[in-house]
Every structure is written in C-alpha cells, then in structure tokens.
C-alpha cells in the first residue's frame, strides 16, 4: 500500500517530555501538511511543506513544536515540553504537484498524563 | 481558525434516506473539498467543486458551491449504514492548504 504512513499510532507521555512524529508521505506527493485534531473539532491546520520548504506555519504553532522534511521525503513533527493541551490527534496529509486534494494517514493520536 | 461552518452538527436518519449537509464559508475561495472520517480514523477526500462550478456529482454524492452565498452543500442520496462518520467541508483560498470546518456527524440507523 502506497498511502500515508504515520508512526506512532499511538504514545502517551509523561508532561515535560518531548515526543516525535514521523510521517511517510505518498511517493512524488510533493506537498505535505500537518494538522491537529481534538474530539468533535475540525482538523487544524499547523504547518505545510513543498518539497523540504516549510512554507507556511500556523499562528496557533507555539515554539515549542518544530517540523522538518528533510530532502522533501519523510516529515517529522517534534513537541518539546509537552503539556496536557497537547493531547490530540496529529494527523499528515500530502498532495501532488499542482492539486489541492490531500490524502491523510491514520493519524498519531497523543496522550499527555 | 476554521474557515468552513458545516450544518447541522449532526444528522440522524435512517438507511435508505437522503442526507444533506451544509457549509457555509467567509472568504472567497478557489475550490472546496468535502471529506469523510471514520471514528479515530483519518480524512478520505470525497469531492472536490471549483469555484466556476455549480453542480459535481460522484456516484451517491452530489454537491452544489453558491460563490455568491458563500455555500455549498453535501446530498449523499439512498444512504446506507456504512456512511455512518464525520463529513467535513475543507476551503482552499489559492494557498494549496485546506482549511477545514468543525464537520457534521452523520448518524444512518440500519
């Protein structure tokens, strides 16, 4: 199967502690997104990628999460300190060249305890 | 923030009825998408309508885009237990990003 891949799929952590997502996006999909979903809300949106060009991040973002795309391949999305308000659903999505259209994976879902 | 309001916030109908979802938005757009989500699962793209469309069908699904009311709405027609999820109505400005709304729960009783 060639769609999106996230790992973990799960992880609860300890506050304080740094956590770190990776996503493996559809082969050639040069776009990729990250979003944030909590119960009975809409995926928020967080920060996107073309190609290994982080273009756009979200206001929302505080300084404690970081992204990365290295050689416009692979995505990791890293929260350092974490805190219970932390805890959501981080969903990855990617996008062909020149269409709008994302395709998600299955989503990291974090608990902070 | 979210750009799209979906309405109702949720739907409850029984198998074989039409179900219609709404959305409405605040900036001018250049299309809109409409995805699904299982519970716990991530989105699937559904359809997605241009800003110079009016009317796209895909299979079950039928959705309309009103640039000049800011809406568009979601029929899926002859709705079976299996579309039980979440619909969400996803904007894009020329950005390349979508933003979603909150989304509608669709609840079908087999």
């Known amino acids: 199967d060639t769609g999106v891949s996230q790992n973990p799929r799960h992880k609860i952590t300890k506050r304080g502690q740094n956590v770190t997502f990776r996503c493996d996006p559809i082969?050639?999909?040069?776009?990729l997104y990250w979003y944030r979903q909590t119960l009975g809300q809409g995926p928020e949106f967080l920060t996107y990628?073309?190609?290994?060009?982080?273009?756009?991040k979200s206001r929302l973002l505080s300084d404690r999460f970081s992204a990365e795309r290295p050689k416009g391949s692979f995505s990791t999305l890293e929260i350092q300190r974490t805190e219970q308000g932390d805890s959501a659903m981080y969903l990855c999505?990617?996008?062909?060249?020149?269409?709008?259209?994302?395709?998600f994976g299955q989503g990291t879902r974090l608990t902070v305890v | 923030s979210q750009q799209g309001e979906e309405d109702p916030q949720a739907l409850s109908i029984q198998e074989g009825e039409n179900a219609t979802m709404n959305c409405s938005y605040k900036?001018?757009?250049?299309?809109l998408q409409w995805y699904r989500q299982n519970s716990g699962r991530g989105l699937v793209h559904l359809i997605l309508?241009?800003?110079?469309?009016r009317e796209k069908h895909s299979g079950r699904l039928r959705v309309t885009l009103d640039t000049s009311k800011k809406s568009s709405s979601l029929l899926i027609t002859a709705s079976r237990a299996a579309d039980t999820a979440s619909y969400f109505c996803?904007?894009?400005?020329?950005?390349?990003?979508?933003?979603f709304g909150r989304g509608t729960s669709l609840i079908v009783h087999p």
């Open positions: 999505a990617s996008s062909p060249r020149d269409r709008t259209e994302a395709f």
């Open positions: 082969s050639e999909h040069n776009r």
């Open positions: 990628f073309q190609n290994e060009a982080q273009l756009e």
């Open positions: 900036t001018s757009i250049n299309n």
């Open positions: 309508i241009r800003s110079n469309e």
């Open positions: 996803a904007t894009d400005a020329g950005s390349y990003i979508p933003t």
